[in-house]
Nanobody, 127 residues
């Protein structure tokens, strides 16, 4: 059974940093594009970032470019989202998701392109 487990959420201060992890169980992430998404209360789920299966190509939403970095360690079967220069508007539940390697061409940030989802981890940015 394919399973993604997200962790690392919590409370961060404006201007601070948090790192999220997404660990895969039951499959190897090497063959999947991994995306990060977030959903704030009352808002639709939105794409934040994604990374191709080799880790050589990434894509970011404009709202997080220059502040967030996605990376992967295939040996640990884990993908990370380093979040720096946090803003209150980054507050949301963050999800990781796996999609077919066929997504590597354009690395979409659309949630409906991803098949397997983690349980979500809460990130709150507040002073």
């Amino acid at each position: 059974q394919l399973q993604l487990v997200g962790s690392g959420g919590g409370v961060g201060q404006p201007g601070g940093s948090l790192r999220l992890s997404c660990a895969a169980a039951g499959f190897t992430v090497d063959y999947y594009v991994i995306g990060w998404f977030r959903q704030a209360p009352g808002k639709e789920r939105e794409g934040v970032s994604c990374i191709d299966s080799s880790g050589g190509r990434t894509n970011y939403a404009d709202s997080v470019k220059g502040r967030f970095t996605v990376s992967r360690d295939n040996a640990k079967n884990t993908v990370y989202l380093q979040m720096n220069s946090l803003k209150p508007e980054d507050t949301a539940v963050y999800y990781c998701a796996a999609g077919s390697t066929l997504l590597s061409g354009n690395l979409p940030l659309r949630p409906d392109r991803y098949s397997y989802w983690g349980q979500g981890t809460q990130v709150t940015v507040s002073s």
